[in-house]
């Protein structure tokens, strides 16, 4: 590869700062307020694909946030690749809790990251994943060694469960249409064990709200006498799972695909420190389903978590009142089997039947999305694997994800190619928290490795054309 490392050593601090430009933009897709942030970071993608050198780039319009689009057909005959991330990110809430504004980037070292790690909402999660990939078409563009097609679709609603992508993907199939999807919106294990993301969890995201009686009421004059919604909401929460950390839902492990013992086997050989996981959490221990590991718990298993719940009185001091409501948002992380819509009704089914005559209820279903697994025979991910090989000397492994990314599993059944998730952050990353950091070794890192995948994988293609 004609002075690739040469390539990115020169030009790595133009890299860096052209992030910042786009990491200081606050995209969060999931606040109407930053409505314009969202839209100015599109065209900052826009931007930048058509410096790196791509073709037709364009900002398509959809029901939500817009797709961008960019591409370089250089001949039919060649294979085409298809990259997919977003340019959204998450709120940046706590904001206290952030040593730094999340939206002025700014780099420094870290015990996990010692070369430096760049701190901003969004660094990791997925605009300095994106920027990896535009960084490397500008070197292939350049110095001739773009072997095959290339096509961006950069999403502005990933964070809020893409709910335009699905109309983009079906009005869009031939311009669209490619031979692997490319995604670097996961992580691997460490610095020094690569790993290629093979499955990741489907998710059921729920509401539920219960109101007892028509107003708050004196905790004096009515305790005891009238059901507390939040008493009882939290009763209802507290048997949905058992004494063995199981989920007791009716129907809920269902159909659930289960991994022969040998897979469980070769992904239980992934270096992992339980030790060292509780540290970094400041735990004194970790909690889940009976007869798993940690690591299967948060990846080939099913979870219910309570994401937030409120209702009653949250103000200064003690105010002494039975609340009228309480709510709470509950999400599911499924894997392969479950159906989410299936799963949504079961926890509506469930919660009603669970809730006692003196209050009211009501379920309501946010986003969901099913889960996805890659198989590790296709090209794609050979590809991939001698990528890693390559550039950090040493094989990457397959690591089943806990995470979500529900459009995955519409792009294989609309477009029928299987996504490659080549993810180059780490789990301490702190994605979707305050201090959210990328470190510029991954950063530099992926976009060292990128090239030798299209490299290899236009190789495979054409040999087994
Ligand atoms: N990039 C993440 C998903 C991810 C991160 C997968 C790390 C595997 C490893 C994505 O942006 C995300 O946050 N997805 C959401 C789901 C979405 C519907 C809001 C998630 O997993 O909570
Ligand atoms: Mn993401
Ligand atoms: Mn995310």
Not at 111 to 131: E, L, M, S, Y
Not at 417 to 432: T, V
């Amino acid at each position: 590869m004609t002075d690739l490392n040469q390539y990115i050593d020169n030009h790595k601090d133009r890299f860096l700062s052209e992030l910042f430009t786009l990491l200081k933009s606050p995209s969060i897709s999931a606040d109407s307020a930053f409505n314009q942030d969202v839209l100015d970071s599109a065209a900052l993608i826009k931007q930048a694909l058509a410096s790196a050198g791509c073709q037709h780039v364009e900002i398509c319009d959809t029901p939500g946030y817009p797709v961008v689009y960019g591409e370089i057909l250089k001949n039919p005959e060649l294979p085409t690749v298809l990259v997919y991330g977003h340019y959204d990110v998450q709120p940046a809430d706590p904001i206290d809790l952030w040593d730094s504004p999340p939206f002025d980037p700014i780099i420094k070292k870290t015990a996990t990251h010692p070369g430096g790690a760049i701190f901003a909402r969004g660094a990791c999660d997925d605009k300095g994943q994106v920027f990896m990939h535009i960084k490397a078409l500008e070197y292939m563009v350049k110095n001739d060694e773009l072997p095959c097609n290339v096509k961006f679709m950069i999403e502005g609603e990933e964070e809020i469960g893409s709910p335009s992508l699905e109309w983009y993907v079906k009005n869009n199939h031939e311009k669209l249409s490619n031979d692997c999807i490319l995604i670097s919106d996961t992580g691997m294990i460490s610095n020094s064990q690569p790993s290629i993301t093979t499955g990741l969890r489907g998710l059921a995201y729920m509401e539920v709200s219960l109101t007892g009686p028509n107003r708050d009421l004196h905790s004096g004059l009515y305790g005891g006498a009238v059901a507390n919604p939040i008493n009882i909401l939290s009763q209802m929460i507290a048997q949905l799972t058992d004494e063995n950390n199981r989920i007791t839902i009716p129907g809920f492990y269902d159909h659930i695909d289960v991994l022969p013992q040998e897979e469980r086997d070769e992904l239980a050989k992934a270096p992992f420190s339980l030790q060292a996981y509780k540290d970094a959490l400041d735990l004194n221990d970790v909690h889940g389903e009976k007869g798993y590991s940690t690591n299967e718990r948060n990846s080939i298993r099913p979870s219910l978590d309570v994401n937030g719940i409120w209702g009653g009185y949250l103000g200064q001091g003690a105010k002494t009142v039975i609340p009228s409501k309480a709510h709470a948002k509950i999400s599911m992380r499924l894997v392969p089997g479950q159906d989410h819509t299936r799963i949504a009704t079961l926890f509506t089914e469930h919660m009603k039947a669970l809730a006692p005559s003196s209050v009211k209820i009501e379920v309501t279903a946010h986003h969901g999305g099913h889960p996805y697994v890659t198989p590790t025979n296709n090209i794609g991910y050979q590809a991939a694997k001698r990528a890693y090989q390559t550039t950090f000397g040493v094989p990457a492994i397959p690591q089943r994800s806990g995470g979500s990314i529900p459009i995955v599993s519409l792009f294989e059944r609309e477009l029928k190619s299987k996504s490659i998730l080549m993810g180059f952050g780490l789990d301490s990353d702190a994605i979707h928290s305050p201090n959210e950091h990328f470190g510029v070794f991954n950063f530099l890192k992926g976009i060292e490795t990128i090239p030798w995948f299209y490299k290899y994988f236009t190789e495979l293609s054409n040999s087994t054309i």
